[in-house]
Nanobody
């Protein structure tokens, strides 16, 4: 059974930083594409960043230069370092894993809330 457990959310002032973590289990982590998505109130869930098994990354334009996604395969954990946070970054952040064997099958964490005050 695949489990993704996020942590690290909270309340921070604009300009501040947070680091989100997502611990994965039940999946062959080192070959799994991992990502972070977010969903603000009344909005659709959107991609924030993705990291491939080889370490390559992609970012949404609205976080480029501010957020960094990374992974530690020894710890089965993916991170999202968020710097220069803005009030518009306020959302629930979800960890995502793409099943390496079943095309189109995704797994999600329960989400961690990030609130950025102005």
């Amino acid at each position: 059974q695949v489990q993704l457990v996020e942590s690290g959310g909270g309340l921070v002032q604009a300009g501040g930083s947070l680091r989100l973590s997502c611990a994965a289990s039940g999946i062959f982590f080192s070959v799994t594409v991992m990502g972070w998505y977010r969903q603000a109130p009344g909005e659709q869930r959107e991609l924030v960043a993705v990291i491939f098994s080889g370490g390559g990354t992609n970012y949404a334009d609205f976080v480029k230069g501010r957020f960094t996604i990374s992974r530690d395969n020894a710890k089965n954990t993916v991170y999202l370092q968020m710097n220069s946070l803005k009030p518009e970054d306020t959302a629930v952040y979800y960890c995502n894993a793409k099943d390496p064997l079943i095309r189109g099958r995704d797994y999600w964490g329960q989400g961690t809330r990030v609130t950025v005050s102005s």
